[in-house]
């Protein structure tokens, strides 16, 4: 009853927050309820990254074609766009991102990996790794949008 005559946490549901750390822990990502905030869907959290690690003019690399909500976003946002080859079976091809941070400033990456929106692709793990390698190298931060993961 209290809980119906009470504002909620502004992180939102600490209940909830706890059951996301235990599920992330699962899939072997550790984090902590502090870290975890509730969000109206899958774009408002992709829109508070984005504004967490670039600024209005800022580039960002993404997926082409990627979803067409992350377009959306960059451009309400006022960030630049770099679109990086895709496979329709494999995902962002590993090789043309590799060039395109050795030659280019870009602020961040925003990938749909596991079963891409809208090619269905869903990028094999040697694949991510070699992906997670190239951007960790280039220290460029990674927005997974993982929406349709498990
Ligand atoms: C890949 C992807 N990201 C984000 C969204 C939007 O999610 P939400 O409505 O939770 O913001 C969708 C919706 O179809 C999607 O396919």
Do not use: W
């Amino acid at each position: 009853m209290k809980s119906l005559a009470s504002y909620e946490d502004a992180k939102g549901n600490i209940k909830l927050r706890q059951q996301i750390v235990r599920l992330m822990r699962e899939s072997r990502c550790r984090s902590r309820v502090e870290e975890i905030i509730i969000t109206n869907g899958c774009l408002e959290s992709i829109n508070l990254a984005l504004r967490c690690i670039a600024k209005s003019g800022d580039t960002i690399a993404v997926e082409s074609p990627t979803y067409f909500g992350v377009l959306q976003t960059l451009e309400t946002l006022g960030m630049k766009v770099l679109e990086i080859p895709t496979h329709p079976q494999t995902g962002i091809d590993p090789a043309a991102l590799d060039k395109v941070v050795r030659t280019r400033k870009i602020t961040g990456c925003v990938l749909i990996p596991t079963f891409s929106n809208p090619l269905g692709s869903c990028m094999p793990e040697k694949n991510k790794k070699q992906v997670y390698q190239i951007l960790s190298d280039a220290k460029i931060p990674i927005i997974e949008d993982d929406i349709y993961g498990g």
